[in-house]
């Protein structure tokens, strides 16, 4: 069973800053799409930021020029560094694996980690 793990959230206040990790074994990581979701209570989980072709970085409006995608290949880990967090950002945050094989949609996910941010 694939295992996604994400380490990193908590309670932050409005305009603090936290970092979440995603480590992921080596040959998910290399072929697979990797990005965030986020789900806040009573709303759908919608994708923060994810990878694109070429190693480009791709964000939801909201968000962007706060948060920021990286990755250590290295590591087999992906980070999201989240600056000036608003009370908006409150939501559980996921770490997705994405891969299109044939005429199947492959997805992994983390666990969630709360991330809160207090106004």
């Known amino acids: 069973q694939v295992q996604l793990v994400e380490s990193g959230g908590g309670l932050v206040q409005a305009g603090g800053s936290l970092r979440l990790s995603c480590a992921a074994p080596?040959?998910?990581?290399?072929?697979?799409?990797m990005g965030w979701y986020r789900q806040a209570p009573g709303k759908q989980r919608e994708l923060v930021a994810h990878?694109?072709?070429?190693?480009?970085?791709n964000y939801v409006d909201s968000v962007k020029g706060r948060f920021t995608i990286s990755r250590d290949n290295t590591k087999n880990t992906m980070y999201l560094q989240m600056n000036s967090l608003k009370p908006e950002d409150t939501a559980v945050y996921y770490c997705?694996?994405?891969?299109?094989?044939?005429?199947?949609?492959?997805?992994?996910w983390g666990q969630g980690t709360q991330v809160t941010v207090s106004s």
């Open positions: 080596r040959s998910i990581f290399s072929f697979y799409v």
């Open positions: 990878f694109g072709n070429g190693g480009s970085t």
């Open positions: 997705n694996a994405h891969a299109v094989q044939g005429l199947s949609n492959l997805n992994y």
